[in-house]
């Protein structure tokens, strides 16, 4: 830290991402990325003249991508905005809709990030505990007179809340901003887009990063009324209109028009991830329902830390936190057949000694 920096940020936490280790050599099974590549559409839509056009800006209005996203939720494009990941949508949320009157509240366990731009904007942050089931419970976000964060489904439990359980949430905060944030909303929970139409007072984010294989792209969008996204771009055209770089926009885009492909991933993902629940639970393991493309799981009488160091050793990278009630919990990232079988194998050779 220089002397330079401000005294607001002496303190600040930066969010800790997942390892990203550069020789490759690990099965990767620590930051919920895609095991399949990005649509071929994708593919070809970077080709050479696109490339070459990357001598001029970017559309700032990024209306092609919006019409594609728009089309596919039965929205107008004035209801979406687009961002680089929708890090950068929670960010705008965090900065258009809570300040020294509004502060924020999040479940106490989910999406590191929150608590992070809560911190970075010195925000009074609420955190609402989950229940001993690890479950949010939707009456425990009643009438909070705060902006409201909720990852649906919930990370890392994978955990997810219905949309009528949603609706009851954003019902009883008429007054204020709801933000579901849906990173991982394909991998089998109900989508709160459809209610978008119907409350003013709803923000909906979704990213390319997860069940569209772009994580390295940097796209995600946020759904809502019109007024309300009209004060996300107002955000973003007064920090970076250019944040969704020519060729980001134009995979975006051949991705969201894609429908095939994104099925076909998804299914393969799920029917992967129910497969690894068994494996586990035939080993011993507590594995959480999941709604998403990773499972959170642990096991009596093996420490989290002992189980995350002993598959790092084996090659295997999983994703752990030191915070007391998930100390032992592992959540783990769903790859390809092929990765789950070197997951397993390495667990059963763990466990053989145990
Ligand atoms: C991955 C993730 C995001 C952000 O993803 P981007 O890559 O920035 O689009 C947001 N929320 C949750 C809960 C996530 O897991």
């Known amino acids: 830290m220089s002397r330079f920096l401000d005294g607001r940020f002496s303190h600040l936490e930066a969010y800790a991402p997942g390892e990203q280790p550069r020789d490759k050599k690990y099965v990767k099974l620590n930051t919920n990325e895609s095991p399949y590549p990005p649509s071929p559409k994708v593919i070809a839509a970077i080709n050479s003249a696109e490339v070459a056009d990357l001598r001029l800006y970017p559309d700032p209005t990024a209306v092609s991508l919006r019409t594609a996203i728009a089309g596919r939720y039965g929205l107008t494009p004035e209801q979406v905005s687009v961002g680089s990941g929708s890090d950068d ?11 020294s009157g509004t502060g924020a509240a999040f479940p106490d366990i989910s999406y590191g990030f929150y608590k992070v731009y809560g911190e970075l904007y010195g925000l009074d ?15 425990d976000c009643y009438g909070l007179g705060r902006t409201i964060f909720i990852a649906n489904p919930n990370a ?4 997810a809340l219905t949309r009528e359980q949603l609706r009851g949430v954003i019902e009883h905060n008429r007054g204020s901003v709801v933000v579901v944030d849906e990173a991982y909303v394909d991998f089998g929970a109900e989508s709160c887009a459809p209610l978008v139409d119907e409350y003013d007072n709803l923000i909906v984010t979704q990213t390319f990063s997860k069940s569209r294989s772009l994580a390295g792209a940097r796209v995600g969008f946020a759904l809502g009324s019109k007024e309300l996204i009209a004060d996300l771009e107002l955000m973003k055209f007064s920090t970076n209109p250019y944040s969704v770089n020519r060729l980001s926009l134009l995979a975006g885009e051949a991705a969201m028009r894609d429908g095939g492909y994104f ?26 329902p999941s709604s998403a493309n990773f499972v959170f799981a642990r096991r009596d009488g093996t420490p989290g830390r002992e189980l995350f160091l002993a598959l790092r050793e084996r090659g295997v990278l999983v994703r752990r936190w030191d915070s007391p009630r998930i100390a032992d919990w592992l959540r783990i990232t769903i790859g390809s057949p092929e990765d789950m079988d070197a997951l397993i194998a390495a667990l059963d050779d763990i466990l053989k000694g145990a």
């Open 89 to 99: 949508l929670l960010n705008f949320c965090f900065m258009a809709f809570c300040g």
């Open 263 to 288: 099925e076909k991933c998804r299914a393969a993902v799920i029917a992967e991830r129910e497969r690894t629940r068994s494996e586990l639970l035939a080993r011993g393991f507590e594995v959480l």
């Open 125 to 139: 942050c609420r955190e609402i505990p989950l229940r001993e089931d690890f479950t949010v419970a939707p009456e």
């Open 156 to 159: 890392p439990t994978g955990l």
